[in-house]
C-alpha cells in the first residue's frame, strides 16, 4: 500500500529517514513552513528557508523515490515579531506560486495574541484570492478554544472550507472540526497530541469521510514512519483495507490536488531518478555510488 505524509518537516530529517519511508510505503509527503526552534532574527532567513523548501528538498526527497510537495507561510509564532512579519508577508505571493507547493500553511494561532489573529487572518484571505488550500495549525494549549475560534476566522473569511485542513486534532476538538466542511488533520506523535491506538479508535467511532493522518516529523521527539505504523495499528484493530487506503492516501490527495500542483494519476507513478545527478552542485551523496532507478 502507498501512503502518502501530508504534514511532516523534512528539512530535520536525514536521508537515513527518506530510505527508511520509501522502504515503508511512503511515496508523497508535504512540508508546510514552521519555524526552526528559535526565532529568526532576520526576514531574509525565511527567504533562504522557504527557496530550500521548494528547491533542495523536492530534490533530495526525488532522490530517494518520493515526491515532496510544500506549503508556505508565516509561522504563527513568529506573527508576533511584527516588523519581521511585515517583510515575509510581502514575500509569500510569489513563493505561493511555484510549482510543488500546495497550501498556505501551516498558519494559525499559538498564543492567540493580537498579532497572530491578525497576520492569521491575512494569510486566509491571501488563500482565499489564490483559491488555495490551508493547513491550519492549532495551539498545544486550550486547543479547544483555539480551534473554536478559529473556525469562528474561517467563517468571518469566508474561505471555501473545503480548501481548509484544521489539523493537530484530538478526542476533544473533532466533533467541532466535523461540525464544518473543514478537513480533519490528526498527527501521531510519540508522548502527545494523538497516538496511533487513539487515531484507529476515532476512525471506527466516526469513519473516513476527510480523516487525514500525518506524522509532522520535526527536531524533535517524532516518528517520520507514524503513517505506516498507525496503518497497522488500524489493520489490528480490524479496519478494513479500503478505508486505510482512504485516509492514507486517498484523502490527502483529494485535498491536495485541488491546488493544481499534482494530478491523482501522477501520484501512482514511481518515480524515476538519477543519484549522479547534482542540485546547484551539490549531490546527496557523500562518496557512496549513485543508484539509478527506471521503470519498467
Not at 8 to 34: C, K, L, Q, W
Amino acid at each position: 500500500m502507498k501512503y502518502f505524509d501530508p504534514h511532516i518537516h523534512m528539512s530535520s530529517r536525514t536521508t537515513d529517514d527518506y530510505i527508511n519511508m520509501y522502504n515503508s510505503g511512503i511515496r508523497a509527503v508535504i512540508e508546510p513552513a514552521f519555524w526552526l526552534g528559535q526565532p529568526r532574527t532576520h526576514a531574509e532567513s525565511f527567504d533562504d528557508y522557504f527557496q530550500s523548501i521548494t528547491g533542495w528538498e523536492p530534490f533530495r526527497a526525488s532522490q530517494f523515490g518520493i515526491r515532496h510537495f510544500c506549503a508556505i507561510c508565516l509561522n504563527s509564532k513568529e506573527a508576533n515579531n511584527e516588523e519581521m512579519a511585515e517583510k515575509v508577508m510581502e514575500m509569500l505571493p510569489r513563493y505561493l506560486e511555484k510549482d510543488n507547493v500546495v497550501a498556505v500553511g501551516e498558519i494559525g494561532y499559538d498564543d492567540m495574541t493580537d498579532l497572530e489573529h491578525r497576520y492569521f487572518k491575512q494569510q486566509l484571505e491571501l488563500a482565499k484570492e489564490m483559491q488555495m488550500p490551508v493547513i491550519i495549525h492549532t495551539p498545544h494549549r486550550d486547543k479547544k478554544n483555539g480551534v473554536k475560534a478559529t473556525i469562528d476566522l474561517i467563517n468571518d473569511v469566508g474561505i471555501d472550507q473545503d480548501l481548509v485542513i484544521i489539523d493537530h486534532n484530538t478526542e476533544e476538538t473533532l466533533p467541532l472540526v466535523l461540525e464544518t466542511d473543514c478537513w480533519a488533520g490528526h498527527t501521531i506523535y510519540p508522548r502527545s497530541k494523538m497516538d496511533s491506538d487513539r487515531m484507529a479508535h476515532l476512525v471506527k467511532e466516526y469513519g473516513t469521510k476527510k480523516i487525514i493522518v500525518n506524522s509532522s516529523a520535526d527536531w524533535g521527539v517524532s516518528n517520520p514512519l507514524a503513517v505506516p505504523y498507525t496503518a497497522d495499528v488500524m489493520r489490528k484493530e480490524g479496519i478494513s483495507e479500503e478505508d486505510i487506503h482512504k485516509v492514507m492516501w486517498l484523502n490527502p490527495i483529494e485535498l491536495y490536488s485541488k491546488s493544481g500542483a499534482f494530478t491523482a494519476e501522477e501520484l501512482e507513478e514511481e518515480i524515476e531518478f538519477d543519484q549522479s545527478v547534482l542540485f546547484e552542485g551539490n549531490s546527496v551523496l557523500r562518496g557512496q555510488s549513485p543508484e539509478v532507478r527506471k521503470n519498467s
